[in-house]
């Protein structure tokens, strides 16, 4: 009876590595498995095969583990039952109490043994460190996968055949989504991995890679320029007044900007004492960008200047606003003061609302307060948001409510809404 009892426990711990070695490969990081593999580890290496043909390695567990329950089974009913309920009968029990009982009680432990040894025990070691235990464990399952290799074969045909008929025969995309990276940055966060500026500033270039020149530059309304006529005093007064290093040069009264004045060449242009002062012979070519390209192809437009600077046009030929490389690196990192009069885009009140600038990028705005938008918007700013909700340009006063907060413009300069409250719409049910 002893040899069978020990028949019964092997065959529950083996049961018990089998769902192991089934969650740990199944749930294991194909990058942490690849780190794991270049460090020289074998068995990463071995598991990164298995998990990239599961259906071999789920038929080849599944076989082991029906076998294991088919000879658990047998086991516990036909032998250990048999000689507890003949014990039973030899203490006064009737035959038919003796078989139920006996067979019920061997059921009933073995059944609990193989949840918690076999099942729930294992699975969570597996989950804990996946990687480690797949790399433990690779090389068997490897092992088996070939002794069995037949039958193997006849079940991962016939699930790919069902798998057809149900139309799931494409294979698996394994895509990782933004939201994914997200939670696990937050994640990392939490555990000190990084710290919280870090997470912000990988959010940032995240964002920044969804961006378009439209929601990256300064508008033109907020652009300072130099007029190509201006007299050379008032150019002076102009470069002195200004806190940029590069200004784009306006044609007059038009729309055109014939390019850009680089403050510096100016001031060598008057210390070598060329009089009268002719801007045109200082002003320097920068990348014109359509409003619509991509973060990437700026950057990539940028650095073939040395101003760092491109144009922003509409396909109607408008000049729409620029792009810096201050601009980008605001992208990631979050928007510099300039000066003492500038306010910040977003600041959280006391009673938690918040007051909302206009031009406050939608993306970073939906990082903070989660409101549904878009999948693909029109507008890149909170303004834009709004106008995209009420269809129309506002009245100052105004307000709608969506996802649970309340909008209300606050402040308008001329057409362009400056300010926003964006505040609970309601008190939560207590």
């Not at 028949?7 to 740990?24: K, P, Y």
Request: charged share 25%; no cysteine.
């Amino acid at each position: 009876m002893l040899t069978e009892i020990l028949i019964v426990v092997f065959l529950t711990l083996l049961n018990g590595v089998l769902a192991m070695s089934e969650l740990a490969v199944v749930s294991s990081r194909a990058a942490r498995l690849r780190v794991l593999s270049e460090q020289g580890n074998a068995g990463a290496a071995v598991a990164i095969r298995l998990a990239e043909n599961p259906g071999r390695f789920l038929s080849t567990v599944q076989i082991g583990i029906t076998l294991v329950g088919v000879l658990s089974g047998a086991f516990s009913g036909a032998t250990l039952g048999a000689r507890l309920s003949e014990w039973l009968e030899l203490q006064g029990l009737s035959n038919g109490a003796a078989n139920a009982l006996g067979v019920g009680s061997v059921v009933v432990i073995i059944t609990y043994l193989s949840l918690i040894v076999g099942e729930l025990v294992p699975k969570q070691i597996a989950l804990r460190n996946p990687e480690s235990v797949a790399s433990k464990v690779a090389g068997t399952m490897l092992m088996l996968s070939r002794v069995a290799a037949p039958l193997v074969w006849l079940l991962d045909a016939s699930g790919k055949l069902v798998l057809s008929l149900l139309g799931q025969s494409g294979a698996s995309t394994g895509t990782v989504t933004d939201e994914e990276i997200k939670t696990v940055l937050a994640e990392a966060q939490s555990a000190g991995v990084i710290e919280t500026e870090e997470q912000a500033m990988i959010s940032g270039v995240m964002r920044l890679a969804d961006r378009t020149a439209r929601g990256l530059m300064t508008p033109r309304r907020d652009v300072e320029v130099v007029d190509i006529e201006d007299t050379p005093e008032e150019i002076r007064e102009t470069l002195r007044k200004t806190q940029h290093s590069r200004l784009p040069v306006r044609n007059g009264n038009s729309d055109e900007i014939i390019g850009v004045l680089f403050v510096k060449h100016v001031y060598d242009a008057i210390t070598a004492g060329n009089t009268p002062l002719d801007i045109r012979t200082i002003i320097s070519e920068v990348p014109i960008v359509s409003d619509l390209a991509s973060a990437m192809d700026i950057i990539q437009a940028m650095r073939k200047t040395p101003l760092h600077m491109a144009l922003v046009y509409d396909e109607y030929g408008h000049f729409e606003g620029i792009v810096t490389s201050g601009d980008i690196l605001e992208a990631i990192t979050g928007a510099f003061q300039e000066g003492d009069e500038e306010e910040p885009s977003l600041v959280r009140r006391d009673d938690g609302s918040f007051l909302v600038a206009g031009w406050t990028p939608i993306d970073e705005f939906v990082d903070k307060i989660r409101v549904t938008t878009e999948a693909d918007p029109d507008y890149t700013t909170v303004a834009g948001f709004v106008i995209a909700e009420l269809k129309r340009i506002p009245e100052l006063g105004e307000s709608f409510v969506k996802d649970g907060w309340k909008f209300e413009v606050i402040d308008l300069d001329g057409r362009r809404i400056d300010k926003l409250l964006v505040s609970p719409a309601s008190e939560p049910d207590i």
